[in-house]
């Protein structure tokens, strides 16, 4: 442990003071250590761009999990096209540790919207970022992806546009997804565990408005005032009433939601 805590920013200065020199991207700052990597925001010069560089933490370098998790995220990147995903753009090992280079997404996370800027969401607003969300699980889920970690922190909006990013967790599943739903919808390699995270995440973006009058504590579908239908997808999402059998059948009832009482 000790060693651990002397190694890893010993690793991170070297890193840090070699990489740079030796590549043409310019480091601007480093912005998060997760359990297995720390990533890096930087800039091309030639290209007059920013992107995002992750490298393994030195500490898992001998973790197996680390290692695939890493290729795994390497090549779902790879693979996924669509502009909602950071595309990959380069790839390679610095002195044995793996690194990768992506697409730097603009924009602020919701978690950011929320708790640092006060932002607040209402009912309309927070189903409609959910059903645009969901056009573009459904691409991951189309391709037999599962995110694994669709959280605040992992979605972020320009205004305009939400990109998903920290495919970390993700993971490939071979088989369709109502064969896989038949197995342990709980399970959480399975398609509906996103389904599951994406309440949450709804559940976020509602609280956001929520005031609390009383100090007791009570279950959300009592402190948050919402349309029965909302509640009833919500829980639907959750899995405490029958859930969602695909992401696309939940898209569908939630389109019928908005339009129903919105449009
Ligand atoms: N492609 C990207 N575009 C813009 N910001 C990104 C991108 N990828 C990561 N980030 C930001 O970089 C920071 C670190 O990202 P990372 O994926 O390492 O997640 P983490 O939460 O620090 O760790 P963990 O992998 O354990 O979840 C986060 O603040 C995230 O918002």
Known sequence: ??????????????????????????????????????????????????????RMNYHKLRSGEARSSFTIETQLLDELQDGAFPALIDQGNWRGLPYIIMEYKAGKTFEELIFSEGKVFTEQESFLIVSRLLTKIIELHQRGII??????????????????????LARKVEKTSSEKEEENPRKPVHFSSDLYSLGHFLLFLLYSSYQATIKKERPWDEELTLLPESKRIIKKLLMSDVPFQSSSEALSEIKKHIEKQWE
């Not at 020199?21 to 007059?48: H, M, V």
């Not at 970690?149 to 970390?168: A, H, K, Q, W």
């Open 147 to 168: 995110h694994r970690d669709l959280r605040i922190p992992n979605v972020l909006t320009d205004g305009e546009c939400l990109s998903i990013i920290d495919f970390g």
């Open 1 to 54: 442990m000790v060693i651990r805590s002397i190694a890893e920013p010993l690793v991170d200065w070297i890193f840090i003071h070699s990489f740079f020199k030796e590549e043409r991207w310019q480091l601007k700052r480093k912005i998060g250590k997760g359990s297995f990597g720390t990533a890096y925001l930087i800039y091309d010069f030639s290209e007059n761009r920013f992107y995002i560089l992750k």
